[in-house]
């Protein structure tokens, strides 16, 4: 066999190579400009872009939610505050396991299952570094015990916060009321950017009806974090600034007095200075605890109040509408003089009931014997209802509707608290748009005596008796007098807000009803002579019964308080100003079922007064 040998080539050999490394060069070059051209683009074109992503990256914005505006009383007493408390807090990712962490945290600080609930739900809501709340609200005792065991616990923390709480509790949550957690319809409606940050909100009272006054402006602080949003340092600071706060009309101590005075009765008392419409009290009871909200009440709580008889959650001041009986008397004495129809000397003979002619029914008055002849002053004092079933009807309801309406009945009057209710003023146009019904004469007697389809809130009663103390000079009612700004300390005062006045044809009419109803108070055959005896000043004032359910025709004598049961029982009013000739204060109040106005609601109106008037012990 031949053996072939190769022959080489060298020239062939470096032409191979150089072909190969031409080719591998312009592939270099290619790759080079292609990351050249790359490397522009990010560096030169698209810089805007990345260079805000970067900063995204590197930099968070934390907003800082606004300290809470303080509320305080007319003299200064703290209704609502910002109490600084300690809060137990743990970050997730740095404990090992978090249920075992919290069932060992149990055995040292008691740990409702609301709060463990809550802190629950906002693990499996927010990022596990945050730090999340167990418990607040933590006494000294915890925090010692905490502190011991300190060791124990990698990624539990306690923190500084403040919670709002309020110093009176139950006795002025329906005027202050309380805030709550901020709930999806309530951020829809806010400003965003203003409240940023911020957890709570008023509800009711007058943490809602001055929200926007109580809410400050959130500030903020930009971090440069790590890629996984932890915290490297503090790059900016712009400090929140705190709500404004606010002074109330409300007087603390009338306020004590109006709860006391109720007792266990539940019903309402207002109390109101008629020389500006000033709200000094406002109590509705039952009450309820507002720290129930602060922090988020539990459904098993919530639900509690909301099936309690009681109704605690429910203002009675603003939105009970009750029949006024006979508080009303006063004025439907000023629209008879006013329409004509009487005089102050003008009598009617009371046998115990009154008859429309050609009708069998009795309509009868509450002293069943009669009162006999009394006129204009002796009805009011004594409370006479044949003489106002009389004087109702020679009124007319038209004249009756449109007179009592100029006292605010039947209408809100514009108070500056959330939920006030109109109560109602009847007419012939109301019960026949309502009711598709004509109007009856016997329902215009019911009227003259305030039953029947009328009804009144006893803001709206408090409101009537000023007016009738001022003369006719009536004010919108008010619970905000000033403002305070945090920042320069000035004080803003609010004007209280007149209403058109009232004129009658003869002035001396006012002062013919005022007799009528110092009568009441002072005199032997008044209605609430023991509520106004050792006074140390005048009273004016009118008791009411508000029937809850009729007499049949056949029942001559009304039945013992006792004997009927208690839903059914009559209410229990009475509407009074003072001191007659200087007149500081008017209050209404409503005992329900509590039977005769002026024998219950009768001394409770006195000792607001008093709390008002007399000098403090």
């Known amino acids: 066999m031949s053996e ?44 805007a872009v990345y260079a ?48 075992d962490t919290v069932t060992a945290l149990a055995e040292l600080i008691d740990i409702p299952d609301r709060d463990r609930e809550r802190f629950y739900r906002r693990v499996d809501q927010e990022p596990a570094f945050s730090s999340i709340p167990l418990r607040t609200r933590l006494t000294p005792e915890e925090v010692a015990a905490f502190e011991v065991n ?10 500084a916060a403040l919670t709002r709480r309020y110093p009176l509790g139950q006795l002025a949550a329906h005027v202050v009321g309380y805030v709550g957690s901020l709930s999806e319809a309530d951020a829809a409606r806010l400003d965003p950017r203003r409240y940023r940050g911020t957890q709570r909100i008023g509800k009711v009272g007058v943490e809602a009806a001055h929200e926007s006054l109580l809410h400050g402006e959130p500030g903020s602080k930009i971090i440069e974090a790590n890629a996984q949003g932890r915290t490297l ?47 000094l009290a406002l109590v509705s009871r039952p009450s309820f605890d507002p720290h129930l909200f602060v922090d988020g009440i539990d459904y098993v ?83 006479c209802d044949v003489y106002f079933y009389q004087l109702a009807l020679d009124i007319g309801i038209d004249q009756i509707h449109d007179f009592l309406g100029l006292f605010g009945l039947g209408s809100t009057l514009g108070v500056d608290l959330p939920g006030e209710k109109p109560g109602l003023l009847p007419s012939r146009d109301w019960k026949r748009a ?62 209280p807000t007149p209403l058109p006045p009232m004129h009658l044809g003869d002035e001396a009419y006012w002062d013919k009803v005022a007799a009528s109803m110092e009568a009441v108070m002072h005199t032997p055959r008044g209605t609430a002579t023991s ?32 004997d009927v049961p208690r839903e059914l029982r009559d209410h229990a009013l009475f509407v009074a100003y003072a001191p007659s000739d200087n007149p500081q204060i008017a209050v209404a109040v409503i005992a329900e079922h509590a039977g005769s106005g002026g024998r219950v609601a009768g001394p409770i109106a006195r000792a607001v007064m008093d709390a008002r008037l007399e000098p403090s012990p």
């Open 301 to 383: 709580t919530y639900a509690g109040l909301n099936a309690d008889p009681g109704r605690p959650l429910f203002n009675r001041a603003l939105q009970g509408q009750y029949p006024p009986g006979s508080t009303v008397k006063p004025v439907m004495a000023l629209a008879g003089l006013e329409a004509g129809v009487t005089t102050p000397r003008h009598r009617e003979m009371c046998i115990g009931y009154f008859m429309l002619p050609n009708n069998e029914r009795r309509y009868r008055d509450w002293k069943r014997s009669g009162h006999g002849l009394v006129d204009m002053h002796d009805a009011i004092a004594q409370s």
């Open 233 to 279: 340092r503090d790059l900016d600071y712009q400090r929140p600034s705190a709500g404004e706060n606010l002074y109330l009309t409300l007087d603390a101590r009338i306020q004590e007095a109006a709860v006391t005075a109720l007792g266990q009765h539940d019903g309402a008392v207002v109390a109101i200075d008629p020389n500006n419409g000033d709200i």
């Open 150 to 159: 300190r060791q124990d616990f990698r990624g539990v923390e306690i923190h």
């Open 52 to 99: 805000t992503r970067s900063d995204d990256n590197r930099m968070r914005v934390r907003i800082i939610a606004p300290a809470r505006g303080l509320i305080y009383d007319r003299t200064g007493v703290v209704l609502a505050e910002n109490l600084p408390t300690y809060q137990l807090e743990i970050v997730p990712e740095q404990v090992h396991d978090v249920e």
């Open 531 to 562: 509520s106004g005896a050792g006074a140390s000043y005048r009273i004016a004032g009118k008791s009411g019964t508000a029937q809850v359910t009729g007499l049949s025709q056949e029942d001559d004598q009304a039945p013992d308080l006792l």
């Open 434 to 495: 309502v009711r598709n019904e004509t109007w009856y004469p016997g329902e215009t007697l019911n009227v003259g005596i305030g039953q029947g389809f009328m009804t009144t809130t006893p803001l709206q009663l408090a409101h009537m008796t000023a007016m009738l103390a001022t003369r006719g000079q009536g004010y919108r009612p008010r619970i905000l007098s000033a403002k305070q700004i945090p920042s320069t300390g000035e004080v803003i005062s609010y004007e």
């Open 4 to 47: 072939i040998k190769s022959i080489k080539n060298p020239f062939a050999e470096r032409q191979l190579t150089l072909v190969r490394a031409i080719i591998a060069g312009i592939g270099v070059v290619g790759l080079t400009l292609v990351l050249v051209g790359r490397l522009g683009q990010l560096q030169v074109m698209d810089h």
